[in-house]
């Protein structure tokens, strides 16, 4: 058997800035297998920079190509190639592409739309927005936009030594749900920094510390009346039962790309349920390929939270699915096609191509 991979660079509408950098352009790995008529599809969360964490598109090819995809020429079931998968350490989000293509793949043989096949789904996801860092009018700008279309919860990048965009976004906006994402920014010598985010009313305060850990997360917590949320320090449900336990999250960003794809992702929200906790899906500025899976997931019963996942013209003026989502009144449905749903825009696809090629299994 044969997984084709298309390499895409799709521009963004506007730059992106987080802590960690500035992205122009969405630089995807897609992945693609046909058999028996039957044609599946999914993309890995890396991108061409191994900033958000240590995986990139680079390693993903190599783990997928060198070691994981010959684990899925039977086309098991997701959970069995996880099994299998088990003696690559780490690499998560190159697991879960091909973890994720499975979900498509068995979705599409059960003539399922993946929303249903994955578990007990609303059949619909609740939806926030993650704003980039830019200059204050621009970002105010934004977000009067994002409150008229409907969303339900903003959220906005913050940095060491940025806490002064929290007070102008909230002195514009008092009542809208909000919250920031610091991308692991924070180091143990800024607890007063965080302690000072107090006053400003947030959902919770995502991932101040690095993605490794865990401690200063849970000494956070004993310090402040927000609610700490973890989104790179979660790349697993062993991870998420530890924070649970020693007190380190209330809410979890789930992106089932960087936890290892959907069989783990389910864990994790099953973990944070019976602990009292709150999940969301997060997003990693996915095509419309990635996107289905993130709607699809974050429509589930488990998830209670507003997610990250936009439609995709929030970053695309063209992208490579012919049905991108619609939101109406901060809700998107998931597509009820079997699988994920989406129908590849071919043209589009190749107009964006970079670079492509087979992995035989
Ligand atoms: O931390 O959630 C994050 C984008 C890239 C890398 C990390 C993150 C993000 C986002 C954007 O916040 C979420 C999205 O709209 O896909
Ligand atoms: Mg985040």
Redo the contacts with the bound molecule.
């Keep these: 058997m044969q997984i084709n991979f298309y390499r895409v660079r799709i521009p963004f509408l506007r730059p992106?800035t987080?802590s960690f950098g500035t992205e122009n352009y969405r630089e995807a790995l897609l992945f693609r297998l046909v058999h028996d008529g039957i044609e599946a599809y999914s993309e890995a969360v890396t991108s061409p920079i191994p900033d958000?964490g240590y995986e990139d598109n680079a390693t993903a090819m190599h783990i997928i190509g060198d070691f994981a995809a010959k684990y899925i020429s039977d086309l098991p079931d997701p959970s069995v190639f996880m099994e299998r998968a088990r003696g690559i350490k780490g690499h998560n989000m190159a697991k879960a592409a091909l973890e994720m293509l499975l979900w498509d793949y068995h979705s599409k043989v059960n003539d399922q739309p993946l929303y249903r096949y994955i578990g007990k789904s609303r059949g619909y996801a609740n939806v926030g927005i993650?704003i980039g860092m830019a200059k204050i009018e621009e970002m105010l700008e934004q977000i009067e936009k994002a409150v008229s279309m409907g969303y339900k919860r903003i959220?906005i990048?913050i940095a060491r030594g940025r806490e002064g965009l929290v007070r102008e976004v909230r002195d514009a906006f008092p009542d809208i749900p909000l919250s920031v994402?610091a991308?692991g920014d924070y180091t143990p010598s800024d607890m007063p920094r965080l302690k000072d985010l107090d006053r400003y009313d947030l959902e919770y305060i995502?991932?101040p510390f690095p993605g490794d850990d865990l401690i200063y997360h849970s000494r956070l917590k004993k310090e402040i009346s927000t609610p700490v949320c973890l989104?790179e320090s979660i790349t697993s449900a062993d991870k998420a039962r530890k924070a649970f336990d020693i007190g380190a999250a209330d809410v979890i960003?789930i992106k089932p790309g960087r936890i290892g794809g959907f069989t783990e992702s389910l864990k994790v929200a099953e973990i944070a349920r019976e602990n009292g906790g709150h999940v969301w899906v997060?997003?990693?500025?996915?095509t419309g390929i990635g996107r289905a899976f993130n709607i699809a997931f974050a429509s589930l019963d488990l998830v209670d939270y507003p997610g990250?996942?936009?439609p995709n013209e929030?970053y695309f003026s063209r992208d490579i699915v012919k049905n991108p989502f619609r939101m109406k009144n901060g809700i998107i449905e998931p597509y009820h096609d079997p699988g994920i749903g989406v129908r590849i825009d071919e043209e589009s696809l190749l107009r964006y191509l970079v670079d492509a090629g087979t992995i035989s299994v």
């Design positions: 992106f987080t958000y993650s959220k990048k994402d991308n995502e991932q989104d960003n997060g997003g990693m500025l996915e990250d996942t936009s929030k």
